[in-house]
């Protein structure tokens, strides 16, 4: 399993609290929000929307929450000002990391971001500077409950998984973004219990850490993912065992 999924997974351990989940929920509101205004309101034809809604419900937002964004995003109101960026930069020990934001001010966004690069030891790059060491994925991250994780990988690469990894227990497994739906349905009915299931940018390649820079990267990461316009943070950093035991200490 990637670095970063295990980092992502050990922050999903530790929980978050009141203020933070609360946050958490804007954030999925605004992207159910924007994914309606986008492509409509019916999930059944709009792939993005029907993602954002499964990301929202992983992560406990109430039904109603959920529907009231989507009539927002297929209004007029506050979805119209808010506009997709994709920010490049760079993080401690060259490591390349991408920041998908949506915001209503960009010039804001950027300025905060930029903030959070310095003061990290870091740099904010140009459009296209890391693009090309990501390639966009359906990532889905399950445990297998009582069954064979190699029987479930094999399902799932029958249902059009086109790369698993399983460790302890964990299964993590790689799509075609629009395959996404159909493998984890078949390895939902198969018993395993999902943890997420999204789109991502994943790394062509990692870059493994020392201690010390890992845990600035890893800072730097978390001071991104908290600022209310970004949405997701992604990272070709690979984190050692250690570093990601200590963090989620």
Same mark, same amino acid.
């Given at each position: ?10 922050k ?10 609360g946050q958490?929920?804007?954030? /999925?509101g605004?992207e159910i ?5 986008q492509g ?5 034809s709009?792939?993005? /929307?029907?993602?954002a ?10 039904m ?5 964004a989507i009539? =927002?995003g297929?209004g007029s109101g506050?979805s119209?000002?808010?506009e997709d960026i994709?920010?490049e $930069?760079?993080?401690p020990g $060259? ?5 998908e ?8 966004t950027a300025?905060?971001i930029r903030?959070?690069f310095? =003061?990290?030891?870091?740099s /904010?790059g140009?459009?296209g500077?890391v693009?090309? %060491?990501?390639?966009?994925s359906?990532?889905l991250?399950a445990e297998?409950? $009582?069954?064979d %994780?190699d029987? /479930?990988?094999?399902?799932? *690469?029958d249902? $059009?998984a ?6 302890d ?7 075609q973004?629009?395959?996404l739906? %159909? ?8 018993g395993a219990? *999902? ?5 991502a ?5 990692? *870059?493994?850490? +020392?201690?010390?820079?890992?845990? %600035?990267?890893?800072k730097l990461?978390?001071?991104?993912e908290?600022l +209310?316009?970004v949405?997701?943070?992604y990272s070709?950093a690979e984190?050692?065992?250690d570093?990601?035991e200590?963090?989620?200490?």
């Amino acid at each position: 399993m990637s670095g970063h999924s295990k980092w992502a997974q050990i922050k999903r351990q530790k929980g978050v609290n009141d203020t933070k989940r609360g946050q958490l929920f804007t954030k /999925l509101g605004r992207e159910i929000s924007v994914a309606a205004r986008q492509g409509g309101p019916d999930p059944e034809s709009n792939f993005r /929307l029907r993602l954002a809604i499964q990301r929202a419900r992983d992560n406990n937002m109430p039904m109603e929450n959920i529907e009231r964004a989507i009539k =927002r995003g297929a209004g007029s109101g506050e979805s119209a000002a808010l506009e997709d960026i994709v920010y490049e $930069g760079y993080a401690p020990g $060259g490591v390349a990391v991408m920041v998908e934001v949506l915001t209503d001010n960009r010039n804001r966004t950027a300025a905060e971001i930029r903030n959070v690069f310095t =003061r990290a030891g870091g740099s /904010l790059g140009e459009t296209g500077c890391v693009a090309w %060491q990501f390639r966009l994925s359906g990532v889905l991250s399950a445990e297998v409950k $009582g069954g064979d %994780q190699d029987e /479930l990988a094999l399902l799932a *690469i029958d249902a $059009g998984a086109v790369d698993v990894m399983a460790e302890d227990g964990s299964i993590e497994i790689y799509t075609q973004p629009s395959e996404l739906e %159909q493998v984890r349905q078949a390895v939902e009915s198969a018993g395993a219990v *999902i943890n997420t299931a999204e789109t991502a940018r994943v790394p062509e390649t990692t *870059i493994a850490l +020392d201690s010390k820079v890992a845990a %600035q990267v890893l800072k730097l990461l978390d001071r991104l993912e908290e600022l +209310d316009d970004v949405q997701r943070v992604y990272s070709n950093a690979e984190f050692s065992e250690d570093v990601l035991e200590q963090y989620g200490g």
